[in-house]
């Protein structure tokens, strides 16, 4: 019988995990998934034609203090405050970031860290 793309998957990771374990030999293919679970189900992030499709791209006009009368005046990722001239990214959700902060959570979670507005949907 032919196997599916998800077996090959499949098998290509176990073959992975045996490399990682080195001498430890895993007999049961089944005890490795328990232990690690599904490799395919772990959350990926955004690609980055879909970043730039879905978001806009700022520059803060803001003093950066913080009698900042703006709704936002700090990044959530980094927490640190906003400044004059820095590349701002806004989500559909309408929360604000450092365009480097949220391009490298985005790459990871396709979620806002704020909301949890899911930016890839």
Known sequence: PQSSPRSNSRA?????????????QVRDPAVLFELFGDLEAIPRGVDPGVIEARTTTLTHEGSG???DSSP???CCVCLEPFKQG??????PCMHRYH???????????P???VCKYDISS
């Open 72 to 74: 936002q005046s700090q």
């Open 65 to 67: 203090s913080t009698s």
């Open 111 to 113: 979620a806002c860290p």
């Open 12 to 24: 290509d990771a176990l073959g992975l995990l045996g490399e990682l374990f080195g001498q430890h």
């Open 99 to 109: 365009k480097h902060c949220i391009d490298r959570w985005l790459s990871r979670s």
């Open 86 to 91: 820095e590349e701002l990214r806004m989500l």
